[in-house]
C-alpha cells in the first residue's frame, strides 16, 4: 500500500460465516472475500464489530486472518483488533501482522469503560505493538467510549503508523469536525452505512461498509460516484440503498444484515449465541424491505 491514501475505497465490515454444527465456514469466507474483491472492494475488515469479533475464540480469529490472507494475495487484510484485555490485543496485533495482514482497525476494550488515560495507554499499547497502519475505530454506541477529535488528535499527534479514524457515532457534525482538523496524511473513513453520502461530502475516502455483504457492486458504484462528485447519480442510488443501508444502524445489526446475505443468496444468517435468529416478525420486515429494494433495483452500469 502507498503513503498516500492508503485506505481509500470500500472496505467491507466482512461477516463472519458459520457451518450448522457452529465452527467457521472457512469455505465460504474465501468465496465471499474474492466476491466482493472482485466487485470493486479495496480489502478486507474482519473481526470487527459485523464480524461478531467479540464472541470469537483467538484461535478462530488467527485462523479467519490465515484464510483471509491467503484468499486475498496483494490486497490487504485489515482486521479488528479487539480483546477484553490489552495484553490480548498487543498479542492478536503482533499475530496479524506476521500473517501478513497490511493494517489493523484497533478498538477500544471489550467491556471495560474507564476515562481517556486509561483508554489512551490502552490504544498507545496496541498501536506501538506494530508498525503496520492503524485506523482508529471510534463506535460510543457499541463500545461506550468515545474518542473526541481531541483524543483522535493526541494518538496521530504521537503515533505516526495512525493513518485512518473509522468514526461510527452516527453523529455527521462529529464527521465535519474530524474532516476539519486532521492531518492531511491522515484518512476519514465513514463507518456507518446510512451516512456514506453526507460522510464522502464532508471529505472522507473510505467506507468500511456493512450491506456490501450482499451488494458489493452496488455499495461500490455509491461510493464512487460520491467520490467523483456526481452528486445527482449518487443520490438516486443512495435514495434506493438507503432502506437496506438503515440495517446497519440497529442492535440486531448483525443478524439483519447476515438475513439479507441469506436471503440475496450470498451467505448465511447464522449467528453465533448470544445473539439469536430473527423474530418472525422481525424476518417479516428485513424480508419486505429487501423485496421492495428487488423490486426497484436500478439497473447495472
Same mark, same amino acid.
Given at each position: 500500500?502507498?503513503?498516500?491514501?492508503?485506505?481509500?475505497?470500500?472496505?467491507?465490515?466482512?461477516?463472519?460465516?458459520?457451518?450448522?454444527?457452529?465452527?467457521?465456514?472457512?469455505?465460504?469466507?474465501?468465496?465471499?472475500?474474492?466476491?466482493?474483491?472482485?466487485?470493486?472492494?479495496?480489502?478486507?475488515?474482519?473481526?470487527?464489530? *459485523?464480524? #461478531? /469479533?467479540?464472541?470469537?475464540?483467538?484461535?478462530?480469529? @488467527? &485462523?479467519? =486472518?490465515?484464510?483471509?490472507?491467503? %484468499?486475498?494475495?496483494?490486497?490487504?487484510?485489515?482486521?479488528?483488533?479487539?480483546?477484553?484485555?490489552?495484553?490480548?490485543?498487543?498479542?492478536?496485533?503482533?499475530?496479524?501482522?506476521?500473517?501478513?495482514?497490511?493494517?489493523?482497525?484497533?478498538?477500544?476494550?471489550?467491556?471495560?469503560?474507564?476515562?481517556?488515560?486509561?483508554?489512551?495507554?490502552?490504544?498507545?499499547?496496541?498501536?506501538?505493538?506494530?508498525?503496520?497502519?492503524?485506523?482508529?475505530?471510534?463506535?460510543?454506541?457499541?463500545?461506550?467510549?468515545?474518542?473526541?477529535?481531541?483524543?483522535?488528535?493526541?494518538?496521530?499527534?504521537?503515533?505516526?503508523?495512525?493513518?485512518?479514524?473509522?468514526?461510527?457515532?452516527?453523529?455527521?457534525?462529529?464527521?465535519?469536525?474530524?474532516?476539519?482538523?486532521?492531518?492531511?496524511?491522515?484518512?476519514?473513513?465513514?463507518?456507518?452505512?446510512?451516512? *456514506?453520502? #453526507? /460522510?464522502?461530502?464532508?471529505?472522507?475516502?473510505?467506507? @468500511? &461498509?456493512? =450491506?456490501?455483504?450482499?451488494?458489493? %457492486?452496488?455499495?461500490?458504484?455509491?461510493?464512487?460516484?460520491?467520490?467523483?462528485?456526481?452528486?445527482?447519480?449518487?443520490?438516486?442510488?443512495?435514495?434506493?440503498?438507503?432502506?437496506?443501508?438503515?440495517?446497519?444502524?440497529?442492535?440486531?445489526?448483525?443478524?439483519?444484515?447476515?438475513?439479507?446475505?441469506?436471503?440475496?443468496?450470498?451467505?448465511?444468517?447464522?449467528?453465533?449465541?448470544?445473539?439469536?435468529?430473527?423474530?418472525?416478525?422481525?424476518?417479516?420486515?428485513?424480508?419486505?424491505?429487501?423485496?421492495?429494494?428487488?423490486?426497484?433495483?436500478?439497473?447495472?452500469?
Amino acid at each position: 500500500m502507498t503513503q498516500s491514501k492508503i485506505f481509500e475505497g470500500v472496505f467491507p465490515a466482512i461477516t463472519t460465516p458459520f457451518n450448522q454444527d457452529g465452527s467457521v465456514d472457512h469455505a465460504f469466507l474465501r468465496d465471499h472475500a474474492r466476491w466482493m474483491m472482485r466487485e470493486g472492494s479495496r480489502g478486507m475488515v474482519p473481526l470487527g464489530s *459485523l464480524g #461478531e /469479533g467479540n464472541t470469537l475464540e483467538e484461535s478462530e480469529k @488467527i &485462523a479467519i =486472518l490465515e484464510t483471509l490472507v491467503d %484468499a486475498l494475495g496483494d490486497a490487504p487484510v485489515v482486521p479488528g483488533i479487539g480483546s477484553l484485555s490489552t495484553q490480548g490485543a498487543v498479542r492478536l496485533a503482533r499475530v496479524a501482522q506476521e500473517l501478513g495482514c497490511q493494517g489493523l482497525m484497533v478498538l477500544p476494550p471489550y467491556v471495560y469503560t474507564s476515562d481517556w488515560r486509561e483508554m489512551k495507554l490502552h490504544m498507545a499499547a496496541v498501536i506501538s505493538a506494530t508498525d503496520l497502519p492503524v485506523i482508529l475505530y471510534n463506535n460510543p454506541i457499541a463500545y461506550r467510549t468515545d474518542f473526541l477529535t481531541a483524543h483522535i488528535l493526541e494518538l496521530v499527534d504521537e503515533h505516526a503508523n495512525v493513518r485512518a479514524v473509522k468514526e461510527s457515532s452516527s453523529d455527521v457534525r462529529r464527521v465535519t469536525a474530524l474532516a476539519a482538523a486532521l492531518p492531511s496524511h491522515v484518512e476519514l473513513m465513514v463507518g456507518v452505512d446510512d451516512l *456514506l453520502l #453526507e /460522510g464522502v461530502v464532508a471529505g472522507a475516502t473510505g467506507w @468500511i &461498509a456493512g =450491506l456490501v455483504n450482499a451488494y458489493p %457492486a452496488e455499495s461500490v458504484r455509491l461510493f464512487n460516484l460520491a467520490r467523483a462528485g456526481r452528486l445527482d447519480e449518487a443520490s438516486d442510488l443512495y435514495r434506493w440503498f438507503l432502506p437496506l443501508l438503515r440495517l446497519d444502524t440497529g442492535i440486531k445489526f448483525v443478524q439483519l444484515i447476515k438475513q439479507v446475505q441469506e436471503e440475496t443468496g450470498h451467505g448465511s444468517a447464522r449467528v453465533r449465541a448470544p445473539r439469536l435468529a430473527l423474530t418472525p416478525a422481525e424476518f417479516s420486515e428485513v424480508r419486505g424491505i429487501i423485496q421492495q429494494a428487488s423490486a426497484s433495483q436500478p439497473a447495472p452500469v
